[in-house]
């Protein structure tokens, strides 16, 4: 029985997860295993230790404070700035929501053959479906569907590498940090724009003041941060691995082989090397992976809006809004695939925007008392700091030069 309530405290932190396994993270790491094979390994891992790192200050600050980060944010600049803030915050949210819903409607499509643009309107009617279980019955069951979605997510990306092993020896190499040439670059800063998500980093503080409330005396709050910390710990783990096993699946079984630029031809590549059997699961798991990633990034848009502008807008508003500009790229004929990568370039220059005022407000002393990152910490945040702005420069410059 020990054990029984620090288990029961878990959960937040695999809500902020899904935002790591989205379908912005399958059409990068596809990509990133079917043109280079095991070369990009390390930016995965890299920023998979760096998400739990920042998505652990997240919910720090919101059980230390008992606010979000949006709310912090917007007591403290003025309007004008405050404004601009929500906006690039908001643009970002919606290059999110755009990917999840390809992502899903494409699913639909290798599930049950559907046109793009009414798979769409199933992954967005499904979403608001899960927002509302969330709003009538609180955040508990609405975190056990997102926790089974990201199980059926993790067997559906990670079930080929059962079938195919991927070689060992190979994959520690590969984890040695190089580029080889400009699109390497620029793909690792998609793959980078896809793990550090920054519509999670907003919403982790949400969640576990939500979930926990503002901690209650040293003791209370000690509690709290060492369950949060196995929360993170596990669920980030458990995300770092199914974005590993998605580049080493495509490095493995696709590598050469032409059409597997896009998720429709990694799905027939991956039926003709492995199977329809493992190609059904495949898409199951991305089709989770739309549904559940769409509900999030909704949740994290109303946590943004009201936190620095202190509005709100009913949920089956926000998600027509959001469900628009996806829509009308899969009615337009845009290449599904082409426009999850480039959501996730786009993402990357979101990042940070969110990093810098978490990392500057959990140093605060006079605001996280004793909880204030101490001289590590603050030294390895700002080591990551550096890393995502550097890739984010270089980012920009070979997209001017490109």
């Known amino acids: 029985m020990r054990f029984a309530r620090p288990l029961l405290l878990l ?33 995965l891992v890299a920023a998979s230790v760096m998400a739990a790192l920042v998505q652990y200050q997240s919910a720090k600050l919101g059980i230390v404070t008992g606010r979000t980060l949006p709310e912090l944010l917007g007591d403290r600049l003025r309007r004008r700035p405050r404004i601009l803030f929500w906006v690039q915050a908001e643009i970002v949210a919606a290059a999110t929501d755009l990917a999840e819903v390809i992502g899903g409607a494409i ?78 670059v620029v793909l690792a800063a998609s793959m980078l724009g896809a793990t550090e998500m920054p519509h999670a980093i907003y919403v982790h503080s949400a969640l576990a003041r939500d979930r926990h409330g503002m901690a209650k005396g040293p003791a209370g709050r000690i509690h709290l941060l060492r369950a949060t910390k196995w929360d993170v710990g596990i669920a980030l783990t458990l995300a770092g691995i199914v ?17 597997t630029s896009t998720i429709d031809g990694a799905h027939a590549a991956i039926t003709a090397t492995l199977g329809p059997g493992v190609a059904l699961v495949f898409a199951i798991g991305l089709l989770a992976s739309g549904l559940a990633s769409t509900s999030v990034g909704s949740y994290a848009g109303a946590t943004i809006m009201a936190g620095l502008i202190k509005r709100r807008i009913p949920v089956f508003l926000r998600r027509v809004l959001t469900l ?29 925007f969110a990093l810098i005022p978490l990392v500057r407000l959990t140093n605060d002393r006079a605001l996280m008392g004793d909880q204030a990152n101490g001289r590590f910490i603050r030294l390895t945040l700002g080591v990551v700091v550096v890393l995502v702005v550097a890739l984010n420069v270089a980012l920009i410059g070979l997209t001017i030069v490109g």
Do not use: C, K
Not at 325 to 350: E, K, N, R, W
């Open 324 to 352: 628009i500009p996806a829509l009308v790229i899969l009615g337009i004929g845009v290449d599904p695939t082409a426009a999850l990568v480039a959501s996730q370039v786009f993402l990357s220059f979101g990042i940070p």
């Open 243 to 259: 974005n590993v096993g998605m580049l080493l699946l495509a490095a493995v079984n696709l590598r050469h082989l032409a059409g």
């Open 11 to 43: 959960g937040p932190a695999f809500v902020a997860a899904i935002a790591y396994v989205d379908p912005g993270n399958v059409a990068a790491n596809l990509t990133g295993g079917s043109r280079y094979g095991y070369l990009l390994v390390w930016v």
């Open 107 to 184: 699913a639909l499509g290798l599930l049950f053959h559907l046109p793009l643009v009414f798979g769409g309107v199933i992954v967005g009617a499904v979403s608001m479906g899960l927002l509302a279980l969330q709003s009538r019955f609180g955040q508990r069951p609405f975190e056990s569907v997102i926790v089974g979605l990201l199980a059926i997510v993790a067997i559906g990306f990670l079930a080929g590498l059962f079938v195919t092993p991927p070689d060992g020896l190979q994959v520690l190499n590969g984890l040695v940090p190089r580029f080889a040439g400009s699109d390497s």
